[in-house]
């Protein structure tokens, strides 16, 4: 069983849409929750980050974190042709070295 | 600031010839560096990581190496490239010992023909 399980789509919605992205993991053990979006040919850059459980809002934005059900979300209101693009959920602890990401899903939204 | 260097930015080598990639960070100290490797349509993955100078630690066995020669320099090195060597390759650094995440490069493109 992978530690972090994430749908690759691809994903496909008209704009103006709600768009909710998902992760389960494994290890109950994760403390640090992100979400990074990359661009096409680009490096993945850092959109969210929370820690332990609850939501967390950044203007369109918002990050869920439920750590009972080891499940993390990113919710896009009004999703823009810009949104379009992949995004990486990664999860880790404290003293850890590394992060674990999981394998993205990439998300297209249409004019 | 805290600013990461990455290139080239494209490169197309042909089999058989060595590889070296080059990574700097500017604006900290002591970073834990990470080389990432991904593929066409795939995830990330994790090739290398150092949490200090001439410390290395491999997470998959392969035809790279890396080396920290410096505190802010990351090199990612071949010495006989293969075709499945051929993506998109990515360093990062990460505050060493604070879980903020990671800052990743801008990536090398790569393929090999």
């Known amino acids: 069983q992978k530690e972090v399980e994430q749908d690759p789509g691809p994903l496909s919605v008209p704009e103006g849409a709600i768009v909710s992205l998902n992760c389960t993991y494994s290890n109950s053990a994760f403390q640090y929750f992100m979400w990074y979006r990359q661009y096409s040919r680009k490096g993945p850059e850092l959109l969210m980050y929370?820690?332990?459980?609850g939501n967390k809002e950044d203007g369109r934005f918002t990050a869920q974190v439920d750590k009972s059900s080891k499940y993390i979300s990113l919710f896009i209101r009004d999703s823009q042709p810009s949104d379009s693009a992949t995004y990486l959920c990664?999860?880790?602890?404290?003293?850890?070295?590394?992060?674990?990401f999981g394998q993205g899903t990439r998300l297209t939204i249409n004019p | 600031s805290q600013t990461i260097h990455q290139w080239p930015a494209t490169l197309v080598q042909p089999v058989g010839s060595p590889l070296s990639l080059e990574c700097t960070v500017e604006?900290?100290?002591?970073?834990?560096l990470y080389w990432y490797r991904q593929a066409a349509g795939r995830g990330l993955q994790l090739l290398f990581y150092s949490v200090g100078i001439g410390q290395i630690s491999s997470e998959v066995p392969q035809n790279l190496s890396a080396s920290r020669p410096q505190d802010r320099q990351f090199i990612l090195s071949s010495k006989k490239l293969l075709l499945s060597d051929s993506g998109f390759y990515l360093c990062?650094?990460?505050?060493?010992?604070?879980?903020?995440?990671?800052?990743f490069g801008s990536g090398t493109r790569l393929t090999v023909v």
């Open positions: 990664a999860l880790t602890f404290q003293g850890a070295q590394k992060l674990v």
């Open positions: 604006g900290t100290s002591n970073p834990n």
């Open positions: 929370t820690y332990s459980s």
């Open positions: 990062a650094w990460q505050i060493s010992g604070i879980n903020y995440g990671y800052t």
